[in-house]
T-cell receptor, first 110, second 112 residues
Framework: GNSVTQMEGPVTLSEEAFLTINCTYT??????LFWYVQYPGEGLQLLLK?????DKGSNKGFEATYRKETTSFHLEKGSVQVSDSAVYFC?????????FGTGTLLAVQP | NAGVTQTPKFQVLKTGQSMTLQCAQD?????MSWYRQDPGMGLRLIHY???????DQGEVPNGYNVSRSTTEDFPLRLLSAAPSQTSVYFC???????????FGPGTRLLVL
């Protein structure tokens, strides 16, 4: 079946550190891939997406590349800020369903 | 443009009570869906709809009913609440399932 696996948290970083949150997927065919972010007390909002192999999604300094050969969509940012503290969800869309990973809590300290 | 709205924000129920969680969107989206969010589980799809009059089950549909009589509204009904349904519920909408989904602010439900 279709599933998403992302690294467990929490991830604690100092401001300006490099961020990687790993995400791998299992899916039939070629799903669209997403990263959503949830700030405290809010709903989810789209951070970035990629719809086909080798596409790179980017937004607010975050990037992720759709790697079909490794079935991965790792999230990266070169220099995190305190305001990036949130829960990050990797997700895939297939057959009218959006399937989420369990989420990774990121805490950035000043 | 309000986006996706959900009511109520917070609800306490007793076991066996019924209630309806409301969801509405003003973006003319065909696709709408309901998720529950539990610690360590991510978001799990309960039910979804690809257009008015069409609904289907997601990953965890038991104990929940939906209907879609209009494009704008997609209510979620709990027929007989159980403590296992204590969760945060999110409604989302999009033009198509494969496109960006827009989430409401959530309803926090506590079943005693």
């Amino acid at each position: 079946g279709n599933s998403v696996t992302q690294m467990e948290g929490p991830v604690t970083l100092s401001e300006e550190a490099f961020l990687t949150i790993n995400c791998t997927y299992t899916a039939t065919g070629y799903p669209s891939l997403f990263w959503y972010v949830q700030y405290p007390g809010e709903g989810l909002q789209l951070l970035l997406k990629a719809t086909k192999a080798d596409d790179k999604g980017s937004n607010k300094g975050f990037e992720a590349t759709y790697r079909k050969e490794t079935t991965s969509f790792h999230l990266e940012k070169g220099s995190v800020q305190v305001s990036d503290s949130a829960v990050y969800f990797c997700a895939l869309s297939r057959s009218n369903k959006l399937i989420f990973g369990t989420g990774t809590l990121l805490a950035v300290q000043p | 443009n309000a986006g996706v709205t959900q009511t109520p924000k917070f609800q306490v129920l007793k076991t066996g009570q019924s209630m309806t969680l409301q969801c509405a969107q003003d973006m003319n989206h065909e696709y709408m869906s309901w998720y529950r969010q539990d610690p360590g589980m991510g978001l799990r799809l309960i039910h979804y709809s690809v257009g008015a009059g069409i609904t289907d089950q997601g990953e965890v549909p038991n104990g929940y009913n939906v209907s879609r009589s209009t494009t704008e509204d997609f209510p979620l009904r709990l027929l007989s609440a159980a403590p296992s349904q204590t969760s945060v519920y999110f409604c989302a909408s999009s033009y198509l399932a494969e496109e960006t989904q827009y989430f409401g602010p959530g309803t926090r439900l506590l079943v005693l």
